[in-house]
C-alpha cells in the first residue's frame, strides 16, 4: 500500500485558518440532534482546552466547518484531540468501528486582513445551502456560531465574535445590524466559496501574504511526504504561462480574450497550468478572456477530465515554463 502524502500545514503563532473535517467516504458524522450538540460541545472542550479564538463555526451532516486563530502553532495537534475525541463517543453511542473522518483535515491558511467577514458568512450559509436547504433563516439553525451573531443574549462565551463585528465598526449594536444586513445579503446573492480562488488550494490572501508564507515552508520543499511543498517553489507568471501555451500550440495568445471562441484546448490548459502553480482564478479569467473565476474552474474541470493527450501537451507546456 502506498502511503499517503501529508498534506503541507503552516503553523506559527497566530496563524488563522479556515479547517473542514469530512466524513469518512462522505459519510455522516452526526446522526441526530445528540450527535449534533456532542460535536458542539467537543468543538468548545477544543478551544477552551488549547486557547483558540474561534470566529465562526457550522456542523453539517457530513462536515464541519471551523474558522479560528491560534494564539500558539497547535492546529494539528488541536484538531486530533478534537476529532479522536468525538469519533470515540461517535463510535461508542452507535456500537460501529473503523473512521468517523476522511483521512485528515482539509485547512486552509488566511491573511488576518479582510477575510473575517466574509469566510464567517459562508459558514453561516451552509444550511441553507443544501438541497432542500436545512432551515430558512440561518439563525434558525442551532449548531452554528450565528445566532450569537444574530442576537447579543444568544452569545457563547467561547466565540470570538468581536473580530469579525469589528469589521462593521466600533458600535457593537450598528455592528450586529449591520452584519445581519450582510448575511442576509448573502442569502439574496448567494456568494462563492472563499477559498475557490486559494492560492496552491492551501492560502486565502494577497500576494505579499503568499510570498511571506513561501519563506515559512522553503526547508519543506524537498520533503518527499509534502508534495505541496514544491509548489512554493518560484513559480513562472501568467505572461508565461500563456507564451508557453502559444507556442505549443503554434498560434498567437492575443486571440484568447473576451468574446472569442477557441476550438482548441488551448486557453483550458494555460489555465489549468496556471492554477497549478497557484495563480489564482481571478487573475487567470482576466489574462485568458474568461467570464470571471467560474469559468475558470470549469475550465480547470475539463482538462482534468481529459485523456492522454491533454497531458502530453499540459507537460509540454510546464517543460517550457520550468526551462
Not at 148 to 156: D, E, F, I, K, N
Not at 273 to 293: K, M, Q, W
Request: charged fraction near 25%.
Amino acid at each position: 500500500m502506498v502511503a499517503m502524502a501529508r498534506p503541507l500545514r503552516i503553523n506559527f503563532a497566530g496563524a488563522m485558518y479556515h479547517v473542514m473535517s469530512r466524513g469518512n467516504a462522505r459519510q455522516s458524522i452526526v446522526r441526530d440532534d445528540a450527535d449534533r450538540d456532542e460535536r458542539v460541545d467537543w468543538i468548545r472542550k477544543t478551544v477552551e482546552r488549547y486557547g483558540w479564538r474561534l470566529f465562526a463555526f457550522v456542523v453539517m451532516s457530513n462536515h464541519d466547518h471551523l474558522f479560528l486563530q491560534t494564539p500558539e502553532p497547535s492546529l494539528s495537534a488541536g484538531m486530533q484531540y478534537l476529532n479522536t475525541g468525538y469519533a470515540g463517543y461517535f463510535n461508542r453511542r452507535h456500537r460501529r468501528v473503523g473512521h468517523v473522518f476522511q483521512g485528515r483535515f482539509k485547512g486552509h491558511l488566511v491573511e488576518q486582513q479582510g477575510h473575517h467577514f466574509e469566510l464567517s458568512r459562508y459558514l453561516h450559509l451552509n444550511p441553507l445551502r443544501t438541497h432542500p436547504p436545512l432551515v430558512v433563516r440561518p439563525e434558525a439553525w442551532r449548531w452554528s456560531s450565528y445566532a450569537g451573531y444574530h442576537r447579543a443574549r444568544l452569545a457563547l462565551a467561547w466565540i470570538d465574535y468581536a473580530s469579525v463585528l469589528g469589521e462593521f465598526g466600533s458600535d457593537a449594536v450598528k455592528a450586529r445590524m449591520a452584519y445581519r444586513r450582510f448575511v442576509q445579503a448573502g442569502i439574496d446573492s448567494p456568494p462563492a466559496a472563499p477559498w475557490s480562488d486559494a492560492v496552491h488550494g492551501l492560502i486565502i490572501g494577497s500576494e505579499a501574504f503568499v510570498e511571506r508564507m513561501r519563506s515559512l515552508v522553503a526547508d519543506a520543499s524537498s520533503d518527499p511526504e509534502l508534495p505541496q511543498a514544491r509548489l512554493f517553489q518560484g513559480r513562472p507568471s501568467l505572461e508565461q504561462i500563456v507564451a508557453a501555451t502559444a507556442e505549443v500550440f503554434e498560434a498567437p495568445a492575443d486571440r484568447w480574450s473576451r468574446g472569442h471562441r477557441i476550438d482548441d484546448a488551448s486557453r483550458c490548459i494555460a489555465a489549468f497550468v496556471g492554477r497549478s502553480f497557484g495563480h489564482r482564478a481571478t487573475d487567470i479569467a482576466a489574462a485568458l478572456g474568461y467570464a470571471g473565476p467560474s469559468s475558470v474552474a470549469q475550465a480547470v474541470k475539463r482538462v482534468e477530465a481529459a485523456d492522454s493527450r491533454l497531458r502530453d501537451l499540459i507537460g509540454a507546456v510546464e517543460h517550457r515554463v520550468r526551462h
